[in-house]
C-alpha cells in the first residue's frame, strides 16, 4: 500500500492497477482516492464496468479512448472475475495501455497464478488488501479517536476489537456510534462499549458454545433462532460453530506447552483478551469432545450437502446433539 499511497501523493501513476482481498474496507478506500487523485469531479473520462458488464472488448475501447480535455481517461473494472479465467487479448494488451489511460481493477476474488495477475504486476501495481492485524487495528482506531479528541482505556480496546470484529468497516460504524454516544467526555471506558456498541455474530456463537458447554439447551437453541432472525444462514453458522470449537482445540493444545496467556495468544493468532476467554471456556471440554464435535460438524454438512437434512433442521439438531453430551 505503500506505492500506492506514494503514486497518490506524487500525482504519478502506473497504467494499471489491480486491488483485491478480503478486506473491502480498503478496497474501497484506495480505490476511491485513486479516483478521486486521477478524475476528481470530471465524469465525463471515467467508465466504469462491473461483473457482466466488463467485457474485455468493451473495456480495451474504454481504454483507448482519448480523454476529452483531461490529463486521463479513467477505467475503473470492479468484480470482473477476469483474473480466474481465460483473458489473453487484455494479457497482451496490458502492454500497450495508452499513457493517457489508467485502469484500475478491484476484484473479491484473485487467482495469483492467472497470466492477468502476473502481466498486471509487472507493468502496473497489484495490491492485496487483507485482514489487518491487532496492532494494525489498534493504531488506525487510536489515530481516529484521536482526531475527535478521545482516549480509550486499554480494557475498553480489547472489549471493542472482540465486540466488533476485524472487519474495517463494521469497526469504523461502532466507533461513530462510540464517539457519539460519550459525547463531550474525552474517555471512553469499558461499560460504554458495553452499552452502544453490537456484538458480531462471533460473540452470539462463543455465547452458544458456552451455553452447550454448560448443557443449557433451551439457551443455546434460544441463541441459534436469535441468528435465524437476524437473516444468518444455518450453513454460515455451522461454519462459525465449527471455527469456535477449532479454535477452543488449537487454544487447548497451545495451553498443554505453556501456561502463558500471551504466548497461547500469539500461537493461535487471537486478540490476548479473546484467547483468555478461549481458554477459560476450552477448560470445559476435553480434547477428545472437542475433535468429536468438530467430526459431528463435518457430518452434518455432509448431511446437508446429501439432502438427507434441510439446513435449518440440521444445524438444529447438531446444537441438541452438542447440549446432551457428556
Known amino acids: 500500500m505503500q506505492r500506492l499511497n506514494q503514486d497518490i501523493k506524487q500525482h504519478t501513476f502506473q ?11 480498503l478496497k474501497r478506500n484506495y480505490k476511491n482516492r485513486l479516483i478521486e487523485a486521477i478524475a476528481g469531479d ?30 486521463y481517461r479513467l477505467v475503473v473494472v470492479e468484480n470482473s472475475g477476469l483474473f480466474k479465467r481465460e483473458a489473453d487479448r487484455l494479457v497482451e494488451y496490458l ?3 495508452p499513457e493517457t489511460t489508467v485502469m484500475i481493477f478491484v476484484e473479491s476474488q484473485m487467482d495469483k497464478r492467472s497470466r492477468l495477475y502476473k502481466k498486471v504486476n509487472s507493468v502496473g501495481c497489484a495490491v492485496e488488501m487483507t485482514k489487518q492485524t ?39 460504524m461502532e466507533l461513530e456510534k462510540l464517539i457519539s454516544y460519550v459525547g463531550d467526555r474525552d474517555g471512553i471506558l469499558p461499560e460504554d462499549v458495553q452499552a452502544i456498541c453490537t456484538p458480531q455474530i462471533s460473540g452470539q456463537i462463543f455465547d452458544m458454545i458456552g451455553a452447550v458447554a454448560a448443557r443449557r439447551q433451551q439457551e443455546a437453541l434460544r441463541l441459534y433462532y436469535d441468528l435465524l432472525t437476524m437473516k444468518e444462514p444455518p450453513m454460515r453458522i455451522l461454519f462459525l ?12 493444545e497451545a495451553a498443554a506447552k ?11 493468532g487471537l486478540n490476548p483478551y479473546v484467547a483468555g ?13 472437542l475433535l468429536s464435535y468438530l467430526q459431528l460438524c463435518v457430518q452434518t454438512e455432509e448431511d446437508v450437502k446429501t439432502g438427507r437434512l434441510t439446513d435449518r433442521l440440521a444445524v438444529e439438531l447438531l446444537i441438541v446433539q452438542f447440549s446432551q453430551r457428556k
Open 277 to 289: 476467554k478461549m481458554l477459560s471456556q476450552a477448560s470445559n471440554f476435553s480434547r477428545e469432545i
Open 134 to 172: 491487532e496492532k494494525e487495528l489498534q493504531t488506525w482506531i487510536l489515530r481516529i479517536l484521536k482526531q475527535e479528541g478521545k482516549q480509550i482505556s486499554g480494557r475498553a480496546m480489547e472489549l471493542f476489537l472482540e465486540m466488533a470484529g476485524d472487519g474495517m468497516e463494521n469497526i469504523r
Open 95 to 97: 502492454d500497450s495501455v
Open 42 to 71: 470530471d465524469t465525463m473520462n471515467v467508465n466504469r464496468f462491473s461483473e457482466k458488464e466488463a467485457e474485455i472488448p468493451a473495456i480495451i475501447e474504454a481504454a483507448e479512448t482519448m480523454p476529452f480535455f483531461a490529463e
Open 258 to 268: 505453556t501456561r502463558d496467556k500471551a504466548a497461547i495468544a500469539k500461537a493461535c
Open 241 to 252: 460453530i465449527a471455527r469456535q470449537f477449532n479454535q477452543l482445540l488449537q487454544v487447548k
Open 15 to 25: 497504467r494499471v492497477y489491480c486491488l483485491f482481498g478480503e478486506e473491502e474496507y
